[in-house]
Protein backbone atom coordinates (compact mmCIF):
# COMPACT_ATOMS: atom_id res chain seq x y z
CA UNK A 1 0.00 0.00 0.00
CA UNK A 2 1.05 3.58 -0.65
CA UNK A 3 -0.11 6.30 1.38
CA UNK A 4 0.49 9.82 -0.09
CA UNK A 5 2.00 12.26 3.00
CA UNK A 6 1.20 16.16 2.16
CA UNK A 7 2.46 18.44 0.99
CA UNK A 8 2.00 17.25 -3.10
CA UNK A 9 1.40 18.97 -5.90
CA UNK A 10 -0.38 17.55 -9.14
CA UNK A 11 0.68 13.84 -9.27
CA UNK A 12 -0.20 11.92 -12.62
CA UNK A 13 0.36 7.67 -12.08
CA UNK A 14 -0.08 5.55 -14.83
CA UNK A 15 -0.52 1.74 -13.70
CA UNK A 16 1.94 -0.56 -16.51
CA UNK A 17 0.75 -3.70 -15.17
CA UNK A 18 -1.50 -5.48 -12.49
CA UNK A 19 -4.58 -4.14 -10.67
CA UNK A 20 -4.69 -1.30 -8.07
CA UNK A 21 -7.35 0.12 -5.81
CA UNK A 22 -7.25 4.12 -5.50
CA UNK A 23 -9.16 5.27 -2.81
CA UNK A 24 -8.76 9.34 -2.80
CA UNK A 25 -11.00 11.71 -0.69
CA UNK A 26 -13.63 12.18 -3.29
CA UNK A 27 -13.63 8.16 -4.80
CA UNK A 28 -12.87 4.32 -4.96
CA UNK A 29 -12.57 2.75 -7.94
CA UNK A 30 -9.89 0.27 -9.54
CA UNK A 31 -7.12 0.93 -12.04
CA UNK A 32 -6.07 -1.69 -14.51
CA UNK A 33 -3.22 -1.77 -17.14
CA UNK A 34 -3.01 1.53 -19.04
CA UNK A 35 -5.54 3.34 -16.31
CA UNK A 36 -4.35 6.60 -15.23
CA UNK A 37 -5.03 8.20 -12.47
CA UNK A 38 -4.59 12.24 -11.76
CA UNK A 39 -4.42 13.76 -8.02
CA UNK A 40 -4.72 17.71 -7.45
CA UNK A 41 -2.32 18.89 -5.39
CA UNK A 42 -2.43 18.31 -1.80
CA UNK A 43 -5.23 15.48 -2.18
CA UNK A 44 -4.84 12.49 -0.15
CA UNK A 45 -5.21 9.45 -1.61
CA UNK A 46 -4.33 5.24 -1.22
CA UNK A 47 -3.17 3.04 -3.75
CA UNK A 48 -3.64 -1.04 -2.56
CA UNK A 49 -2.50 -3.33 -4.63
CA UNK A 50 -3.05 -7.18 -3.95
CA UNK A 51 -0.46 -8.78 -5.91
CA UNK A 52 2.48 -6.94 -7.97
CA UNK A 53 1.61 -3.88 -9.80
CA UNK A 54 4.26 -1.50 -11.50
CA UNK A 55 3.21 2.14 -12.06
CA UNK A 56 4.70 5.41 -13.00
CA UNK A 57 4.09 8.40 -10.66
CA UNK A 58 5.13 11.60 -12.42
CA UNK A 59 4.91 14.78 -10.21
CA UNK A 60 5.95 18.51 -10.17
CA UNK A 61 8.22 20.19 -7.42
CA UNK A 62 6.56 22.39 -4.94
CA UNK A 63 7.54 26.13 -5.14
CA UNK A 64 9.00 27.22 -2.37
Known sequence: A?????????????????????????AEFMLSPGGIFVAPA???YQIKANHSASLYKATVPIKQ
Open 42 to 44: DIL
Open 2 to 26: HQQAFPHSMEILILVEGEVLVTSEQ
